[in-house]
């Protein structure tokens, strides 16, 4: 099935991008939390389209493809609103989003050699940061939490910001550290070929 519920909820992380991005730069006041609550909802159905494609028997080479290719849509475009509206740190910002390229191009590249690249633990948990992070960032509340506690929600975000691109970096250097042993084994079965 080609556009079944798993392949409409990925669709519909890349269709609300447009959505995010106008309601980041309205002039109201409920502009952080309408991209909050639609950048919640998105990040909701990477979740959930993966599970309903295996509970349903739904998975698909067009779900396959799509699934990380909104992914990383949807975070490049939050990350870029967010440092241009100056709500976050530029070089965590840039360390997530050359992995990011970098990552995708590696699958590609390990895709015409019949590799795949499957997503690590650790790399779920670099997801999770990393949204958690961009939440906290674009609800935009950057007053203390209370008295007591003298650090706001946007600051946090910054600090799960920085510790996603930590994950990142090492989950990064990971799968390129498995794609170059792939390259060289490949390569050196390609010359005993010869």
Not at 103 to 108: A, K, M
């Amino acid at each position: 099935m080609l556009i079944g519920l798993p392949n409409f909820l990925t669709l519909s992380r890349i269709l609300v991008i447009p959505l995010l991005v106008a309601a980041f730069f309205l002039p109201t006041p409920l502009n952080n939390w309408t991209a909050f609550g639609l950048f919640v909802i998105a990040s909701a159905t990477d979740y959930f389209d993966g599970w309903l494609a295996r509970r349903l028997g739904q998975t698909s080479s067009l779900g396959r493809f799509l699934d990380p290719v909104a992914d990383k849509l949807l975070v490049a475009a939050a990350i870029v609103m967010l440092v241009w509206a100056d709500r976050a740190p530029v070089v965590p910002a840039l360390i997530i989003l050359c992995r990011e390229i970098l990552v995708s191009g590696l699958r590609e590249f390990l895709a015409e050699l019949k590799v795949g690249l499957p997503v690590t633990q650790l790399a779920k948990w670099k997801t999770a940061t990393q949204m958690l992070a961009l939440c906290l960032l674009l609800a935009g509340l950057d007053q203390p939490l209370t008295s007591d506690i003298q650090i706001s929600p946007m600051e946090i975000g910054a600090i799960f910001l920085w510790i996603a691109a930590g994950l990142t970096a090492f989950t990064g250097y990971d799968y390129v550290r498995v794609g170059v042993s792939h390259m060289l084994s490949n390569r050196a079965a390609a010359a005993g070929r010869k």
